[in-house]
């Protein structure tokens, strides 16, 4: 394969998933949404160009979630549990896997980003033909995709995950390396209370506006 795709995801079970939604919404809500998310994420990512991106590899966690997982998404999908102490880790790794596999370019997303554009992940299969890492910020400080290339373990080394400083960090660490990389256009996080209303208005102003790249499961959950 030349491209691989991997969709980073979580078992999504009340109290262990979106759980800065909550007050607002329910553990068992949040869960629910959280589902959501992960299909519409994964659904849009098939309609990437299948003559540049060969797989779609949802990469789980905790180890044993698979059969949930495949009961969620159905189609047919490469499973990969995640491994590793912290974020940075468990990203090594699934590079690592997928690099050993025979990918030329890897791109990993997140389950925090339901309205992403198809084209921001499109466009980063692009760049890596040319540049051996891009990478797409979100406001919040992270990021919401990054790609390689190739294996370059260093990039995520010494990060402070789960942070605002994600993103600076880790471009300070690439260009500690020498390495050349691409930065896509930014786009949120549905993490808190705020967020989960600016997704409202979002969906609903993209629904009013007839787009047709919308997050349906998303969508009718929150009756939008």
């Known amino acids: 394969m030349s491209a691989c795709l991997v969709v980073f995801v979580k078992d999504p079970i009340p109290g262990r998933v979106k759980t800065r939604l909550t007050p607002r919404i ?21 309609k990437l160009k299948r003559n540049s991106v060969n797989n779609v590899t949802v990469a789980y966690t905790p180890i044993g979630a698979e059969k949930a997982f495949r ?9 990969l549990p995640q491994k590793g ?36 992940i ?17 406001f919040d400080g992270g990021y919401y995709l990054i790609g390689l290339s190739g294996l370059n373990d260093d990039i995520f080394d010494g ?7 994600v993103f600076d960090q880790t471009l300070t660490r690439i260009k500690s390396l020498n390495t050349q990389v691409y930065v896509l256009p930014p ?7 705020e967020d989960l209303e600016f997704l409202r208005t979002h969906l609903l ?12 499961r998303t969508m009718q959950l929150l009756k939008i």
Do not use: C, H
């Open 159 to 165: 990060i402070g995950w789960s942070t605002s400083r």
């Open 122 to 138: 499109q466009k980063a299969f692009d760049i890596l033909k040319k540049i051996p890492i891009v990478i797409g910020p979100t």
């Open 205 to 216: 102003a993209m629904r009013m506006s007839g787009v047709e790249e919308v997050p349906e």
């Open 71 to 79: 009961k969620l998404v159905k189609q047919p999908t490469n499973f």
């Open 85 to 120: 102490k912290n974020l940075g880790e468990r990203m090594k790794n699934a590079f690592k896997q997928s690099f050993a596999e025979g990918a030329k370019r890897v791109v990993i997303i997140g389950t925090d980003s339901p309205t992403l554009p198809v084209s921001y």
């Open 26 to 46: 329910t553990p068992d809500e949040a869960a629910k949404l959280y589902k959501a998310f992960t299909i519409d994420i994964i659904s849009n990512a098939r």
């Open 187 to 193: 786009w949120y996080d549905v993490d808190t209370s």
